[in-house]
């Protein structure tokens, strides 16, 4: 049973920036699509960004392009998120997700097979 674990998450300004981190046990992601995810309170959980398993491409939802960046360490099973410029709409909780089922959508949740407990984002205005 694979574990993943999200840590980095906090309050900031609009404007500040954060770094999250999923760990993952007990599974080896290097040959795995990795995403993130973010769930606001009364929202559906929304895709945030994929990366690919060499880390080469990623994408990203319209939403956060250009102030967000995913990124990965396969050498130690790390998955990371950067955010900038974050606006109170970005506060959610932050899920790690892996394993995306081929040929699925990588914006839909139930397009995984595996998801961290999430960290909660709080960007205050």
């Known amino acids: 049973q694979a574990q993943l674990v999200e840590s980095g998450g906090g309050s900031v300004q609009a404007g500040g920036s954060l770094r999250l981190s999923c760990a993952a046990s007990?599974?080896?992601?290097?040959?795995?699509?990795m995403a993130w995810f973010r769930q606001a309170p009364g929202k559906e959980r929304e895709g945030v960004a994929l990366?690919?398993?060499?880390?080469?491409?990623?994408v990203y939802a319209d939403s956060v392009k250009g102030r967000f960046t995913v990124s990965r360490d396969n050498a130690k099973n790390m998955v990371y998120l950067e955010m900038n410029s974050l606006k109170p709409e970005d506060a959610a909780v932050y899920y790690c997700?892996?394993?995306?089922?081929?040929?699925?959508?990588?914006?839909?949740?139930?397009?995984?097979?595996?998801w961290g407990q999430g960290t909660q984002v709080t960007v205050s205005s």
């Open positions: 997700a892996a394993d995306l089922h081929h040929g699925a959508i990588w914006s839909r949740p139930s397009s995984y097979n595996y």
């Open positions: 007990v599974y080896v992601i290097s040959s795995k699509f």
């Open positions: 990366i690919n398993p060499g880390g080469g491409s990623a």
